[in-house]
């Protein structure tokens, strides 16, 4: 058995009309996410790799703690060269 590499990036995203700005996901994961003066997040843009597992788990209970479910992660996959 060996070690499984998480390859590509993710990102956070977030659905507004479903977010209600209460905050949680900035208290989850701070560092993918600030929030504005009325709690709603301002999302890190950056595709983020795969690799930082303590970012991903972050962002993992981000999204599973929002209590609108208005966030989303985004998997980007990495291309591969022909």
């Excluded at 998480?6 to 977030?14: H, N, P």
């Excluded at 209460?22 to 983020?48: M, N, Q, R």
Aim: hydrophobic content about 35%; charged content about 25%; aromatic content about 8%.
């Amino acid at each position: 058995m060996g070690v499984r590499r998480r390859s590509g990036a993710f990102i956070l995203q977030v659905n507004p009309i479903l977010c209600d700005g209460f905050g949680h996901c900035a208290e989850l994961a701070p560092e993918l996410v600030k929030t504005d003066e009325w709690g709603y997040p301002i999302l890190k843009s950056d595709p983020v790799p795969l690799a930082d597992a303590g970012t991903y788990e972050s962002a993992r209970y981000a999204e599973r703690g929002c209590p609108r479910q208005a966030l989303h992660i985004h998997r980007i996959s990495e291309k591969k060269p022909h």
